[in-house]
């Protein structure tokens, strides 16, 4: 049984009623220290943040805690490869719509190559056969073509996102193998997402746990994260110096917060290519 638009509008619907209320409660909320430009909604985006970290403490975190802790590392790394693999095509996607050829033909090799000898993708061949795995969406390709990043945007469940790529998301999930019939039964198909969701957290634990002893205001940092992430992957590792108001130098404490961060996220990376845990 497929799912139908109506059920799709209808959790549409329930995202947009959470994120109206929860802008409604913000607007009596005070925010902290001058305002920043590139987070005109910080109200808002302070209060969906503080919602989402409930949520996730009370119930996202401790069941992927439990699939970190029990479930056996091959598993989750086959597990994590087949959902890469899947991912893979919205890579190549969006490598053609950014005129990135010579990549797309790598990406494609890739996906080939896992998805035959990789048993689905189950395992991850290509990397060892000097495969990079790339990280593309619609969000960058409409940064390719020239649309601008908008607000700092926080979404209910989803975390950190800007304008443009919250309007990008619906093309990404459109474009995605599961929801173009590759799985047809309902409730398969909402168990994968849901596994997906876990594996994903899962695989950021350590960075979280990172971000709640290190920093002094956990949204500033993970906004400021998110938007130089991105802009990172926009401008594929090479991005030019930020230009304009209200963008401050950071701090010698700042800078070395984010490079732990960042040797965090490679680590993690690392370990998944390789197929081997990081160390605690």
């Avoid at 190559?113 to 790339?134: C, Q, R, S």
């Avoid at 619906?170 to 409730?187: C, K, N, S």
């Avoid at 070395?256 to 996220?265: A, I, P, Q, V």
Wanted: with cysteine; hydrophobic share 40%; proline share 8%.
């Amino acid at each position: 049984m497929q799912i139908h638009l109506p059920q799709l509008t209808t959790i549409s619907q329930r995202f947009l009623l959470t994120g109206l209320i929860l802008f409604l409660l913000s607007g009596c909320a005070s925010v902290p220290g001058p305002p920043d430009e590139r987070d005109p909604f910080e109200s808002y985006n302070r209060a969906m943040h503080k919602f989402n970290t409930t949520v996730d403490d009370a119930v996202i975190r401790p069941v992927a805690e439990t699939y970190r802790d029990y479930v056996p590392k091959p598993v989750q790394t086959g597990i994590h490869n087949f959902f890469d693999n899947l991912q893979d095509v919205i890579v190549l996607l969006n490598d053609v719509l950014q005129f990135k050829f010579e990549q797309a033909a790598s990406d494609l090799s890739r996906l080939v190559w896992n998805t035959t000898l990789g048993l689905f993708g189950i395992f991850d061949v290509a990397t060892y056969m000097e495969l990079p795995k790339h990280n593309e969406d619609f969000g960058q390709t409409l940064a390719a073509w020239g649309v601008p990043n908008g607000p700092y945007l926080v979404l209910p469940f989803l975390g950190a996102s800007t304008v443009r790529d919250a309007a990008a998301l619906p093309v990404d999930i459109y474009t995605h193998p599961t929801f173009r019939g590759l799985v047809t039964d309902e409730a398969v198909s909402l168990a994968s997402v849901g596994l997906r969701f876990i594996d994903l957290r899962a695989n950021l634990l350590s960075t979280t746990e990172f971000i709640d002893q290190a920093a002094f205001d956990p949204y500033i940092f993970t906004r400021d994260s998110y938007l130089q992430y991105r802009r990172n992957l926009i401008y594929d590792g090479n991005p030019p110096p930020e230009e304009g108001p209200g963008l401050e130098p950071a701090s010698d404490k700042e800078l070395e917060m984010e490079l732990e961060l960042e040797l965090e996220l490679e680590k993690n990376n690392k370990a998944k290519q390789t197929n081997v845990p990081p160390s605690p």
